[in-house]
């Protein structure tokens, strides 16, 4: 996937952002950044999984967004005291971009199509962190979230019904803002429905139509 820099930029910008990024890549389960932390610049994911979360007052981890390959990290940050609300941690193996902040504000303000397509991106984000899905059923926020890991990471290459990379189960608790049991429960009554097929840590999607109706 390419990201918004290849997208929405030209050559020119494109060329003095590769002269200026800073690349590098962390091992499975390292922080990209963790929350408090002065915000320095954006990242961009070359290559790899991450997720994006917060630890609640509770001490329960919160996930707010799956990221994968083109996506851009850090941008909750930016603005008031310009610290990161949230942490980024990777799934895997990952390779990232980092843009200074002096880069990205420069390519920002001369930028018209990269900078309103960034707008667009912050709107589409807010709505659907605004978006409330604790009245749904567990059944239904996991359909959910089983279309939304299939959508950010993506098919196995050779079978388009199994999910590529499958999150834990701790963590489809967790960005369904249930119990660790009650994803299990759920993911053995769509197992039992033939909408899916969770074997292990693996799942694949049977039945697309039946998910996406119950992922209303």
């Avoid at 603005?79 to 980024?88: E, Q, R």
């Avoid at 895997?92 to 667009?120: D, G, H, R, V």
């Avoid at 926020?141 to 890991?149: G, H, K, Q, S, T």
């Avoid at 299990?184 to 799942?203: H, Q, T, V, Y």
Wanted: charged letters at 25%; proline letters at 2%; a neutral charge.
């Amino acid at each position: 996937m390419d990201s918004f820099l290849k997208q929405y930029c030209s050559k020119e910008w494109i060329d003095f952002i590769e002269f200026h990024k800073s690349v590098y890549t962390l091992q499975k389960d390292n922080l990209v950044f963790k929350e408090g932390d002065d915000v320095k610049g954006l990242f961009i994911i070359n290559k790899g999984k991450v997720k994006v979360f917060s630890n609640e007052s509770t001490g329960k981890e919160k996930i707010f967004r799956l990221a994968g390959e083109g996506e851009i990290l850090g941008h909750r940050g930016f603005g008031g005291d310009w610290v990161y609300p949230v942490s980024a941690k990777t799934y895997e193996e990952t390779t990232l971009s980092f843009i200074p902040l002096n880069i990205f504000n420069l390519l920002a303000k001369t930028n018209i199509e990269f900078t309103y397509q960034l707008m667009m991106f912050f709107a589409e984000e807010l709505r659907n962190s605004e978006t409330k899905i604790n009245h749904l059923q567990v059944k239904n926020r996991v359909a959910r979230a089983i279309l939304y890991n299939y959508t950010i990471f993506g098919a196995d290459k050779k079978d388009p019904q199994l999910l590529s990379f499958t999150i834990p189960r701790k963590d489809y608790a967790s960005l369904t803002n249930t119990t660790y049991e009650s994803i299990i429960r759920a993911l053995k009554e769509l197992n039992d429905e033939k909408i899916i097929r969770s074997s292990g840590k693996n799942i694949k999607i049977l039945d697309f139509n039946a998910l996406e109706s119950l992922a209303i």
